[in-house]
């Protein structure tokens, strides 16, 4: 089972970015998938989730109206279109894979994802 996620760079504030993490096999068609981010010297972070259905999205305060995830099941791929970049939206970028059955409440803590990529290096030069 893998995650891999791609598309992470340098972008200037206010400029956008969509990074996508591709899933293998059963991982995707059955499981809720999150993004979260660490930033260098904190810990993870929670940024958004969507639902297997893709019928519902969440997302923290820092990047509500900004960010949007999305994810397709033909390409088991998810994404994250960030616009309105900030310096503080630097960070490397990891896509998970929630347990399956998990529920919304849970979305928010690193604990409920049991598969995890790799990470994507976002830059937002000032």
């Known amino acids: 089972v893998q995650l891999q996620a791609s598309g992470g760079g340098l972008v200037q504030a206010g400029g956008s970015l969509n990074i996508s993490c591709a899933a293998s096999?059963?991982?995707?068609?059955?499981?809720?998938m999150g993004w979260f981010r660490q930033a260098p010297g904190k810990e993870r972070e929670f940024v958004a989730a969507i639902t297997v259905s893709a019928t519902s999205a969440y997302y923290s305060d820092s990047v509500k109206g900004r960010f949007t995830i999305s994810r397709d099941h033909a390409k088991t791929t998810v994404y994250l279109q960030m616009n309105s970049l900030k310096p503080e939206d630097t960070a490397v970028y990891y896509c998970?894979?929630?347990?399956?059955?998990?529920?919304?409440?849970?979305?928010?803590?690193?604990?409920?994802?049991?598969?995890w990529g790799q990470g994507t290096l976002v830059t937002v030069s000032s």
């Open positions: 998970a894979a929630a347990e399956p059955l998990s529920t919304r409440a849970n979305y928010y803590y690193t604990g409920t994802y049991d598969y």
């Open positions: 096999g059963r991982t995707f068609s059955n499981r809720a």
